[in-house]
Structure formats: structure tokens, C-alpha cells
């Protein structure tokens, strides 16, 4: 089959019909990897091939990887514009002040949750006299008392939940709790090139996990490199433009950096708009 990235690959892909608990027939997919394990995914695509639907649903997790780590590692979509659009009065939000119920449910709940467990853990041991009875029964009873007005106040607070709508128009919003939105006008075209970007370094990250003992290192690694001065040597006479990395905090690390350099070293690569060549070495004793 065929990746989004275009590369063809041989996987193998088993089918089946599965009836969700709602009674929807749906088509699972599943993937046997070369460790033994299954990746599944669900389709409502009943017509399309399973050649088409199982590239198409990859490049989606590549997305959401992609989105998780940008979130995590970068915040770019802060940096994609400054400028705010408004949102607009039709379109529903979650309604702060069923938010704000919401949370008291849950702290209530919480503390009435810890109360029953305390009360379930207080027991009568050791012998039977009437003073430790009689401070037994009056903790129980004062815990019964609480755990009864905690009762009575998660069963409030859940009706005026129920009561609440939890979304509504933003028109509807009080004025302290409206918002703008950033600007989408350029987000499309952006999100496209760090998509690209993203894979980019994915490949690198393949690469550098050849030299790597831990490879759950390697986009920390490349992140050190992004962070690293370099400096740019031209040389119109060789058609070559050098970069010329500075070495990084262990040496492990500049083996797994020398040999990116020379995989993409191989590739050839001329800077865009130029005639130059991109040559990648990082700097040694002989190259100061």
C-alpha cells in the first residue's frame, strides 16, 4: 500500500465486521506488527479499500502525535499570529456557570467519599467497656450526621446541575467571561508547514536512534541541536554552503549528531534559490 508520505510499504492487514454496544456495524481494521502486537482501528467507510483506509488513518495518528508533541515542546500555535478574531454569537460554549456547579459536585463528592470511608474504618476493638462504647457510638454518630448533610448537599447541587444548560451561545455569556479567538487566516498554511516540519524531524529522530542507547532521547537531542549556534560558511567556488555544528554536552551525543550529518550529507541537498550544496559537519579540533 501506499503512505500519505508516498512511500510504498507491505503490512499486514486483517478485516473484520464489529457491532459496536449501540448496534452499529462498523469495519475493524487490524495491523500485526512484527512484536506480535495488534493495532486496531474503526471505519464507517463500507466502500472504500482497506489499502486506502489504513494509510489515511496512520497519517492521522501521525497528526495527533504531531499536535500532542507541538503542544508539549513548542506552544507554535501562540506563535502562528498575534491578531484575534471574534467569535462568533451563534456558536456554543460551555456555560461557566455549570462549570463552576460541576466543580462543586465533584469537591463534594470528594469529601463525602472520604467521610463514608472513614466511617466504614472505625471499629469497635479490644474489650467491651461502657466509656469506649460510648465514645465509639458518638463518633459514628457524629460522622452519620455529617455524611447525611454532605448527602443532602450533593443531591442540591446535582438538581441545580441538571437545571443548568451546559452549553450555550456565546452571545449568552456574561460579559467577564467572553473571549476572542486567534486568527485562522494564515493557520492552514502554517499548520501545513509544521506538519512538514515535524516529519522532518521524525525522520532525523530514526536516524540518530541507530547511535542512540536510549532512544527515547533522540527529540530531546534534535531539540539541543535547534538551540545550538552554528556557523555558516559559503563557498561559491566548491557550489557548497557548510554548517558547521558546535558539539553538544557528551560525546554519545556528537557520535549520534556526526552520523545525521552524514546520512544527510548523502542526500545532496542544495540550499533553495542557490546553487549550493549543503554540507553539515560538526566542528572538531582540526575544524576550529
Known amino acids: 500500500m501506499r503512505l500519505a508520505s508516498g512511500q510504498q510499504t507491505t503490512i499486514k492487514l ?12 462498523v469495519r475493524e ?23 486506502v483506509l489504513a494509510p489515511a488513518m496512520f497519517g492521522r495518528w501521525s497528526q495527533e502525535n504531531f499536535f500532542r508533541y507541538m503542544r508539549q515542546s513548542f506552544n507554535l500555535d501562540g506563535l502562528v499570529d498575534y491578531r484575534t478574531d471574534n ?3 451563534t456558536i456554543m460554549v460551555v456555560n461557566p456557570a455549570h462549570r463552576v456547579l460541576d466543580g462543586e459536585v465533584r469537591k463534594k463528592v470528594g469529601l463525602l467519599n472520604r467521610r463514608i470511608a472513614e466511617f466504614g474504618a472505625i471499629n469497635l476493638e479490644g474489650e ?3 466509656a469506649k462504647v460510648e465514645a465509639y457510638a458518638q463518633k459514628k454518630s457524629d460522622l452519620q450526621e455529617v455524611i447525611t448533610r454532605l448527602n443532602k448537599e450533593v443531591d442540591e447541587l446535582k ?16 460579559a467577564d467571561a467572553r473571549f476572542d ?46 538551540s545550538t549556534e552554528v556557523d555558516l560558511i559559503p563557498d561559491e567556488e566548491a557550489k557548497t554552503l557548510t554548517v558547521r555544528l558546535h558539539p ?24 533553495p534559490g542557490t546553487e549550493l550544496r549543503l554540507v553539515y559537519e560538526l566542528v572538531t579540533a582540526q575544524s576550529p
Open 14 to 25: 486483517a478485516e473484520r465486521g464489529t457491532k459496536l454496544s449501540n448496534g452499529l456495524w
Open 29 to 51: 481494521f487490524r495491523k500485526l506488527c512484527e512484536s506480535g502486537h495488534q493495532t486496531a482501528f474503526l471505519s464507517t467507510d463500507y466502500h472504500a479499500p482497506a489499502a
Open 87 to 89: 467569535v462568533p454569537e
Open 128 to 130: 467491651i467497656e461502657p
Open 159 to 174: 438538581a441545580q446541575r441538571k437545571a443548568t444548560q451546559r452549553h450555550i451561545a456565546y452571545k449568552d455569556l456574561p
Open 181 to 226: 479567538r486567534l486568527s485562522t487566516q494564515s493557520k492552514h498554511l502554517v499548520d501545513t508547514i509544521k506538519m512538514i516540519a515535524y516529519r522532518a524531524e521524525t525522520a532525523m529522530a530514526q536516524i540518530i536512534r541507530q547511535k542512540m542507547s536510549r532512544h527515547d532521547d533522540a527529540r530531546s537531542l534534535l531539540r539541543a541541536v535547534y
Open 248 to 271: 553538544l554536552a557528551n560525546t554519545s551525543s556528537d557520535e549520534a549528531l556526526k552520523h545525521l550529518c552524514a546520512e544527510i550529507n548523502a542526500t545532496e541537498t542544495q540550499f
